[in-house]
């Protein structure tokens, strides 16, 4: 069992950076694929990004490519996403999820345990 806690979410103006944090309990983290995804009000939950269980491997939407960035710390059980030149669009709760199986992918099936959100607001 893996719980997930996410933090760092806030208000930001348009252009401007934040650093979500996802912190899990228990002792396999270093073995799950980790990801975070968002969902705005009234539209389906999104994929973000993913990263594999050594952090080798990461995987975008096509949407934050170049502006996001997530890594993570296997030492002190916690995943990372780096958001800069955040839009308007990007306002959405954002959620950091587990796989068990190494899933890095961009269905929210592959993926085991849940977090309870942070919520982030871009002003324009």
């Known amino acids: 069992q893996v719980q997930l806690v996410e933090s760092g979410g806030g208000l930001v103006q348009a252009g401007g950076s934040l650093r979500l944090s996802c912190a899990a309990s228990?002792?396999?983290?270093?073995?799950?694929?980790m990801a975070w995804f968002r969902q705005a009000p009234g539209k389906e939950r999104e994929f973000v990004a993913a990263i594999s269980w050594s952090g080798g491997s990461t995987y975008y939407a096509d949407s934050v490519k170049g502006r996001f960035t997530i890594s993570r710390d296997n030492a002190k059980n916690t995943v990372h996403l780096q958001m800069n030149s955040l839009k308007p669009e990007d306002t959405a709760v954002y959620y950091c999820?587990?796989?068990?199986?190494?899933?890095?992918?961009?269905?929210?099936?592959?993926?085991?345990?849940w977090g309870q959100g942070t919520q982030v607001t871009v002003s324009s």
């Open positions: 999820a587990a796989s068990r199986g190494g899933f890095v992918g961009s269905s929210y099936h592959g993926y085991d345990y």
């Open positions: 228990g002792r396999t983290f270093s073995f799950y694929a």
